[in-house]
């Protein structure tokens, strides 16, 4: 029997649950809300001095519906402390399309969608 997180994962971008890992979900008649947390791995090329600090606020971005109802990420990302220098950094990641609160596929999709 596949799992909620093995579900999801064939509608949300592959990427995904390599840096995050699902908390919960939702759904109602009109939308379904993913909410995922960070996972504790060290950010690469960081120094070792590095402790987790909590997380960031949710992010929200919306990505493709799926049997019509609106599909809303929730994001939370982790807050990372260097103890060395007590700066407070979190990883970056390039999901909305620039301007937007949609992923960048969805929007491909869309532009693509009205080229037809």
């Known amino acids: 029997m596949l799992s909620s997180e093995d579900i999801l994962r064939l509608f ?21 809300d993913v909410y995922l947390s960070e996972k ?10 590095l402790i987790s600090y909590g997380f960031t606020d949710y992010s929200t971005v919306q990505d493709f519906p799926v049997k019509g109802k609106a599909v809303y ?6 807050k990372w402390l ?3 220098t007590e700066e407070i950094i979190s990883r970056q990641f390039d999901i909305n ?20």
């Open 12 to 32: 949300l971008p592959s990427w995904l649950f390599d840096h995050f890992e699902l908390e919960k979900y939702s759904q109602d008649s009109s939308r379904i």
């Open 40 to 49: 504790k791995l060290m950010p690469e090329g960081e120094p070792d001095a």
């Open 73 to 78: 990420l929730h994001l939370r990302r982790r």
């Open 82 to 84: 260097n103890k060395d």
């Open 97 to 116: 399309y620039e301007g937007t609160r949609l992923t960048k596929e969805f929007v491909a999709f869309l532009k693509e969608s009205n080229r037809k």
